[in-house]
């Protein structure tokens, strides 16, 4: 398969002449932590099917990432292959990212969520060659659901299990294989030396104007956007980093595989999401720092066991994903004594904007901060123009993090001629350029921080014979801060109530953090003269029979 990156030389000679891009992938700090602390943990975690924890030194890591890149060499895989792993939080993640960088594959992170019908899709469209999953998770079969579809995947060659058993034991193919030509591992790395400027990530959007976009990244586009949030947040090798959102996430994989890299330091994952769990760990492993969405920290604040868990040295929660409540912010300020930093991000661009530890309580709780070292915001109008301080608006984004183009989509790739890309967000901008997200112009749901596919969700309650005319939309959530609410007409003589339209969508095989969480059926649903739904009355009369 063809990758494609849209990269300009001047985009590159700009980036490299002011210092954001170089020459340098994450294989370059990986190997300098391994040659300078060889003993220092690199990652913590605890497997929730086997009750297994694991502490990996960065020489164990390093050892197994040889083994994992052999074998993915003996397998086939070539230079720019793409390599998908559909997996918890757990090391052989971060394991497996870098051997794929040492083969020259480019990886592919999945959420654990997703289903057959959402990887049928993602798996064919990037022609994944090779698939790594857990035997088992939270009580599903990962092994049977690829059974099921792997007939509809042709360039998919090889599926592996974590806890599996024989021939898709991953365990028995990728780590304790008996390869002889290990010695020749070095020369063949050689010859798939890949530059900071190649594809090395494909994460999938949301899918919020119809089927997900594969998202392509570079180690410099990946780099640039861990390195001045770092900076700006004080971070150092001596901090540990506590990692509970999903590493399949761009917020998981950016900040709980990259950075601590980067830092040449410790993370400590969580692959299933528990406020008690996750102090747990923060008070064991002695963690300064984490990034998550805003439920997290609501949960985070709301355990009973906060007080006694906490420590002077968690210090710092980035929060992002939603708006974060001014009463949990200063809860958690107050009672813990956590910095709580507001930020804004995309998978096309990572975090690109955020507040500063030194910001006054206006700037944390009311903005999602001011663009990072090597991005530029701004918020227009549709002419085109500056909007005013204040003032509602278009909000577009360029700079180092920019994503390199959609795989297979260069038409979908709407970089004007000055590089700004068109975010799909309302905001406003004040005086001292901090930003707030007002809206969004693409018809999207955020449910705790993870974006719901609402044109796919629609297109397939369209095909219920009951429904004449659908529309999801998003109600407040105090939690999650938005779900997903379903409005319906019905067809003459027929009826639906919410428990069977939650059993057609589990016999559609769509994943269920998707589902709609409420159902209210009309007589007619709300358009405007030329027919197209008026969501935005839907979403008032959710919001005002919320308030009831």
């Known amino acids: 398969m063809a990758v494609d990156p849209i990269l300009s030389k001047s985009r590159i000679s700009s980036m490299v002449e002011q210092g954001f891009w170089s020459d340098q992938t994450l294989l370059h700090y990986f190997e300098n932590a391994v040659q300078k602390h060889p003993d220092q943990l690199a990652i913590v975690d605890t497997n929730s099917e086997t ?118 034991s991953f365990e028995k193919n990728l780590l304790q294989h008996d390869l002889k030509n290990k010695s020749d591992l070095t020369t063949e790395l050689e010859k798939r030396t890949i530059g900071a400027n190649d594809v090395i990530q494909l994460v999938y959007t ?125 809860k958690a300020n107050q009672d813990l004594n956590l910095n709580v930093i507001s930020v804004w991000g995309m998978s096309e661009n990572g975090a690109v904007t955020s507040s500063c530890i030194e910001d006054d309580d206006e700037k944390i709780f009311n903005t999602d901060g001011k663009a990072l070292d090597g991005m530029e915001v701004r918020v227009i109008d549709t002419q085109g123009n500056l909007t005013p301080t204040g003032q509602e608006g278009l909000l577009q984004a360029r700079g180092a993090f920019t994503f390199v183009g959609y795989l297979k989509q260069p038409q979908a790739y709407l970089l004007d001629a000055d590089g700004w890309f068109d975010t799909g967000d309302l905001a406003k901008m004040d005086k001292d350029q901090y930003i707030r997200i007002s809206g969004r112009t693409k018809d ?56 069977e339209l939650k059993n057609y969508l589990a016999q559609q095989k769509l994943a269920k953090n998707y589902w709609p969480e409420r159902l209210e059926i009309l007589n007619e649903i709300p358009r405007t003269p030329s027919g197209k739904i008026q969501k935005f009355q839907l979403r008032a009369l959710i919001s005002n029979k919320g308030n009831e």
Request: with cysteine; net charge negative.
């Open 51 to 168: 009750q297994q924890g694991t502490r990996i030194s960065y020489r164990e890591l390093s050892e197994q990432v040889d083994q994992i890149a052999l074998a993915l060499i003996n397998l086939g895989i070539q230079k720019q292959d793409v390599v998908s792993f559909q997996l918890p939080n757990w090391w052989q993640f971060t394991a497996i990212h870098l051997a794929c960088l040492k083969v020259g594959a480019i990886s592919n992170p999945l959420m654990p969520i997703f289903r057959q019908r959402e990887l049928i899709y993602m798996l064919g469209f990037a022609e994944s060659k090779l698939l790594i999953i857990p035997d088992q998770f939270r009580g599903h079969d990962f092994v049977a659901m690829m059974e099921d579809i792997r007939p509809d995947l042709p360039a998919l060659r090889h599926i592996f299990a974590i806890g599996g058993q024989d021939d898709i």
């Open 206 to 330: 949301s899918g919020t104007t119809g089927k997900p976009k594969g998202v392509m990244h570079t180690s410099n586009t990946i780099l640039s956007a861990v390195h001045p949030l770092l900076k700006r947040l004080k971070l150092d090798s001596c901090d540990t980093l506590f990692m509970g959102s999903p590493l399949a996430h761009q917020t998981g994989f950016l900040y709980g595989v990259i950075a601590p890299i980067v830092l040449q330091t410790k993370v400590a994952l969580l692959d299933i999401w528990s406020a008690k769990q996750g102090w747990q760990i923060i008070q064991q492993e002695n963690a300064s720092f984490t990034m998550a969405s805003t439920p997290f920290l609501s949960d985070l604040v709301a355990s009973p066991v906060a007080q006694e868990s906490n420590s002077e040295r968690f210090k710092t929660f980035v929060c992002g994903g939603a708006p974060i409540p001014r009463a949990i912010a200063r």
């Open 444 to 499: 999207i749901i955020i449910r705790g921080g993870e974006n719901i596919p609402v044109v796919e969700v629609e297109n397939l309650l369209y095909k219920h014979d009951a429904i004449q005319d659908v529309a999801v939309v998003a109600m407040p959530h105090e939690r999650l801060g938005e779900i997903g609410c379903c409005f319906i007409t019905l067809m003459d003589h027929c009826s639906l109530n919410f428990d």
